[in-house]
């Protein structure tokens, strides 16, 4: 059975959110301990959902030298549920610090908060993340953005510009992809490096699972404010779930072959997920993804209830074969003999690590330059969005010309939502030989 506990997800639900601080392990603890008296380091929250509290918390539990100043958030709910949860956590430090006139509601509060800060974090629904990233950029600061990092390939590339100014400004910019910061996968990889499974040939990648959340229609509720709180079902705010949560296990596939595809073909659609709560992106997606060496891919995820679940990787090497899931790695030659075992149940939480290796490099001066993997990984599952839509081979380097961008950087709340519904409520579905990718 695969073992999924350290989806982002469960991790949101099983961490000390409100209830008190994570234990780190106290080798980075004493690692800490060396940079608690340089400057104090200031943090602005952009995006105050779980998973922007989670990011929140982590962060400041990564340094002990460092304040939470400034939040922002498109609903007033959202970013007072938000401060009262790090609050609590942190209750009797002075690591929350965010005065009222620094708590910034509604579209421009973005930028008002960025510019507060010494590290931002990025963690909105991921169509306002290209700009956010590319102000954040320009401004100077080090950030941490969540994934996926854009749901348009106009954003792609906004990402990929930003991406080399950071890298100029030697800015960190850690990404959300947290299996690059996760002991199993890291030792997987240097097995790969070291030839033990020989080329890989092909590989099988899942995000399977019952589905997510959703949020009624509030009575009075405009278009666009329903259409942001349910985010996940609208492509200009997520880009599908084979974007915002299957894009762990396709960067994977893209790690550890060392290489982006280059083309992408399959099948998707809505068999279970049919109703207008559901907005317009399907629940099941199967793509080939063929990459320059060769190596095909084959992606699956899926949102059914009552279904196999299942979160994992499996390749297949000229010499061997890799199996990674949770906290697990399996290393087995072609004959089924054990090569490597990594069972990580006592491993550090890569949620925190990847913020502690953030402030770790602030501190020493590195620099961490994760953009352009995640704006690159981002596209790898647009174009298997791309050809689950169109029902055609889409190829990447025609790809990354579109010029269909599905989120609009100058929204107001007067604004029409990008998205509009039929007369009878339901939303326009992709369909396969009909709906134009490019």
């Given at each position: ?338 090569i490597f075992t990594h069972r990580g149940k006592d491993d550090p939480n890569p949620y925190q690590v990847e913020h502690i290796k953030l402030f770790e490099s602030i501190r020493n001066k590195g620099v961490i330059s994760d953009a352009e993997n995640g704006a690159k990984s981002t596209m790898s599952a647009i174009i298997g969005r791309m050809a689950t839509y169109s029902g055609k081979v889409i190829k990447w ?42």
């Amino acid at each position: 059975m695969t073992n999924i506990k350290n989806s982002r997800r469960d991790f949101v639900k099983s961490s000390a959110l409100v209830t008190g601080a994570m234990i780190l392990p106290t080798m980075q603890m004493n690692a800490m301990v060396n940079v608690a008296n340089e400057k104090k380091l200031k943090i602005s929250l952009i995006g105050c959902g779980g998973r922007g509290t989670g990011a929140a918390s982590q962060a400041l539990q990564a340094d002990p030298n460092v304040e939470l100043v400034a939040m922002a958030d498109a609903f007033e709910d959202r970013l007072q549920g938000s401060l009262m949860n790090l609050q609590k956590q942190f209750e009797g430090t002075k690591k929350i610090n965010v005065r009222k006139k620094h708590q910034f509601v509604g579209f421009d509060g973005a930028q008002k908060a960025i510019d507060m800060a010494d590290v931002v974090i990025l963690a909105t629904p991921p169509g306002f993340r290209p700009q956010h990233f590319e102000y954040a950029v320009n401004a100077g600061k080090h950030v941490f953005m969540e994934k996926p990092v854009a749901t348009d390939v106009p954003g792609v590339r906004k990402v990929l510009a930003a991406a080399k100014v950071a890298k100029d400004k030697k800015l960190n910019v850690v990404v959300g992809l947290q299996r690059h910061y996760q002991d199993n996968y890291l030792a997987g990889l240097q097995h790969i490096k070291d030839n033990k499974i020989g080329k890989i040939v092909s590989g099988q990648v899942y995000w399977n699972s019952g589905g997510v959340w959703v949020r009624e229609r509030q009575p009075g509720q405009s278009e666009l404010e329903y259409q942001m709180r349910n985010w996940y079902y609208f492509n200009w705010l997520c880009g599908d779930h084979i974007l915002e949560q299957h894009i762990h296990n396709i960067d994977v596939a893209n790690w550890f072959i060392g290489e982006y595809p280059v083309t992408a073909q399959g099948m998707g659609g809505r068999q279970v997920r049919t109703g207008k709560d559901h907005g317009e992106i399907f629940d099941h997606h199967f793509v080939e993804f063929t990459y320059p060496s060769g190596a095909v891919i084959s992606s699956q995820c899926r949102h059914m209830p009552e279904t196999m679940s299942r979160v994992a990787e499996t390749f297949q090497g000229s010499k061997g074969t890799i199996e990674t899931y949770g906290d697990n790695t399996f290393i087995k030659g072609l004959d089924g003999s054990d090569i490597f075992t990594h069972r990580g149940k006592d491993d550090p939480n890569p949620y925190q690590v990847e913020h502690i290796k953030l402030f770790e490099s602030i501190r020493n001066k590195g620099v961490i330059s994760d953009a352009e993997n995640g704006a690159k990984s981002t596209m790898s599952a647009i174009i298997g969005r791309m050809a689950t839509y169109s029902g055609k081979v889409i190829k990447w380097e025609e790809a990354m010309k579109s010029n269909i961008d599905l989120a609009p950087d100058d929204l107001t709340w007067d604004s029409p939502a990008p998205v509009q519904p039929n007369a009878d409520g339901t939303y326009n579905i992709p369909t396969p030989g009909k709906t134009v990718v490019i």
